[in-house]
């Protein structure tokens, strides 16, 4: 399998990274470089295996249905590039 | 007095406590150093207000009778540990100047256990790389040098490079590290110090900077296999934050260890013989067979047969995991914004353009390719399968051994700028990245020199929740190699 010029514009557009032609030029081989190597896994038969997806051997907990934090909003907002109004300022997004 | 700072933690705490010398003027000695060693590049933000602080409260609590197990001890704290109100940046632009306004549960574990912070360590970008050149604030010089005359500026490894560098220029007893494919291990092999990933779980993962998640544990490096012990009791134990997190008893490691390994079996995986590995290395592993049959441990030929597939289904999983939890940074709640863009889109992508540094978005990308519709499952869950068959390998060997003896890296340090090749470069990973793919603990320990001068390393995977082998056999290697070799002082 090999990745084109166009595919590496589409998932830099998936992974919201803005990439200049010279960018995805140089990406494209090293993608297949890297993607070309994986693939030997296809030699490994893996027919009825489950995937693991976590290595620990446990449940998901729930935590009890309270509420055990607020009210700190100017913590939540100290670190936001733009904060206006006790929100997250973003560009407009509506016209 | 004499100089503290080339003594252990063991030792700075027994003489505290028998008051030969104060918290104080451990933490002045250790400030200054840090203050002497900036060549190094190792810290990216020093606080010795803090280390002064807790010095001086250990101080008064021992005045009283009342102290805790790293009273008087200052750490070093790698960048990925979030620390309240000081720049935590992950080694990224993208975090420059983030201070958070909460502490990370395993800094906070250590700071209540008595310990002051030196300061940030610097390290490859969000953990992403094995030899700290990734980093947005430049790479960590380590402090040793090759013995041929050549002033080349080494590598100390990486992720965790500026923690394995603080930790050999004794600009700090004791530091913290993570390790989601090797990131403690090597850089401890390439400085010739010790450092432990525990079992996955036992160390919260809350507050520490996401790389990926199925993967990242945080764990202690240190001068010798004791001080690791000592931390990482003090790191460890359950935290209700973190559903990964173990809900399991911490053990007294340092009170139980002995290097009496009478009884245990070693197993040496013929799989970790690599075409292409210097014999130097191949040598010093047989020597660590021998210092552990010395030990009172047998050794036994066991087969991981899936190991020529961990590091292809490392660099599947890692990337993918990175790819989500990288997508919160998107110029809105914290870091860096880009301006000047005409829609939230816009911000988003020119935001992570500017903000990400080269391997970063190479590894986003990856992941975000082998998620995507139509790979998915070709790429993904194809990794995840076999990622199970690579936890059967070792559920199987550890039915016939103890332990698995094997060697760090497959190279001492190398020169910074030596390495281009991104494939290269992931392949320094191949003997550590399994055991992180099966959540086990494992340990690299300093075995001797390499012919150019080098530290190289030994590494040892124990059984799940089996710290204590690990630790103990890595003793029985310390007392054995008997390793004092330390980096000329240059800087």
Redesign the interface.
């Known amino acids: 399998m090999s990745v084109s010029t166009e595919q590496v514009r589409h998932i830099a557009k998936l992974a919201r990274i803005a990439m200049t032609d010279e960018e995805v030029e140089r990406l494209a081989p090293e993608l297949n470089n890297i993607l070309g190597w994986v693939e030997q896994l296809g030699e490994v038969n893996t027919d009825g295996v489950e995937p693991l997806a976590t290595v620990i051997d446990q449940k998901l907990r729930l935590r009890d249905d309270v509420i055990n934090d607020g009210d700190i909003r100017d913590n939540v907002l100290a670190n936001a590039p733009e904060a206006q109004h006790g929100f997250f300022a973003v560009p407009k997004v509506i016209e | 007095m004499g100089e503290l700072t080339s003594k252990t933690i063991a030792e700075l705490r027994d003489g505290f406590r028998s008051g030969d010398f104060t918290a104080r003027e451990i933490a002045e000695q250790f400030n200054a150093a840090v203050a002497a060693a900036r060549a190094l590049n190792a810290y990216t933000v020093e606080t010795p207000e803090d280390a002064l602080a807790a010095a001086d409260a250990a101080d008064q609590a021992r005045a009283g009778g009342e102290t805790g197990p790293l009273a008087g001890i200052p750490l070093g704290i790698k960048d990925l540990f979030a620390t309240q109100g000081v720049d935590t940046t992950s080694g990224s632009k993208i975090l420059k100047g983030?201070?958070?306004?909460?502490e990370s549960t395993v800094s906070g574990n250590l700071r209540r256990a008595g310990a002051g912070m030196l300061g940030k360590l610097n390290m490859d970008e969000f953990a992403m790389g094995s030899s700290n050149e990734t980093s947005a604030y430049g790479p960590v010089i380590s402090p040793w040098r090759r013995n041929n005359g050549s002033n080349a500026s080494l590598t100390p490894g990486g992720s965790s490079g500026g923690s394995a560098a603080a930790v050999a220029a004794d600009i700090a007893p004791g530091v913290t590290g993570t390790d989601t494919g090797g990131s403690i291990r090597q850089p401890a092999a390439f400085v010739g110090i010790c450092g432990i990933k525990p079992t996955?779980?036992r160390c919260s993962r809350w507050g520490i900077v996401s790389f990926a998640s199925?993967l990242d544990q945080a764990g202690p490096m240190a001068k010798t296999v004791r001080d690791c012990a000592i931390l990482l009791e003090a790191m460890a134990g359950f935290d209700?934050k973190d559903?990964?997190s173990?809900?399991v008893p911490v053990p007294q490691w340092e009170a139980n260890l002995s290097s009496d390994l009478k009884g245990k079996r070693v197993g040496v995986p013929r799989e970790y013989r690599i075409d292409g590995v210097p014999e130097e290395i191949n040598a010093l592993w047989d020597r660590g067979i021998e210092w552990l049959k010395d030990a009172g441990a047998t050794p036994v030929e066991i087969s991981l047969p899936?190991t020529?597939?961990a590091l292809?289904?490392y660099?599947?999983i890692a990337p993918a995991e990175a790819?989500s939890n990288l997508?919160r940074y998107?110029?809105?709640?914290?870091?860096?914004?880009v301006e000047g863009?005409?829609?939230?889109?816009?911000?988003?992508?020119?935001t992570?353009?500017e903000g990400?540094g080269a391997e970063v978005?190479?590894r986003?990308?990856?992941g975000?390719?082998v998620l995507?519709a139509g790979f998915y499952d070709a790429?993904f869950?194809?990794?995840?399968?076999?990622?199970?068959?690579i936890?059967q390998d070792f559920r199987n060997a550890f039915e016939q051994c103890d332990l698995i003896l094997t060697p760090t890296a497959p190279s001492a340090a190398f020169g910074i700028g030596e390495t281009t090749d991104?494939?290269a470069m992931y392949l320094n990973d191949v003997f550590a990245v399994p055991a992180s793919?099966?959540?086990l603990p494992a340990m690299s320990v300093p075995g001797g020199l390499d012919a150019q001068g080098l530290p190289l390393g030994l590494h040892i995977i124990g059984n799940e929740l089996d710290e204590q082998t690990v630790l103990n056999a890595g003793l029985a290697i310390e007392k054995r190699a008997g390793f004092t070799a330390r980096p000329g002082k240059w800087w």
């Open positions: 983030f201070k958070p306004p909460y996955y779980g199925s209700p559903s990964t173990l809900d899936h020529k597939y292809p289904t660099y599947i790819s997508a998107d110029g809105v709640r914290y870091g860096l914004r863009v005409k829609s939230l889109d816009d911000m988003y992508a020119a992570r353009a990400f978005k190479r986003i990308m990856i975000t390719y995507s790429y869950t194809k990794a995840q399968k076999v990622r199970a068959l936890k991104p494939l793919l099966a959540g």
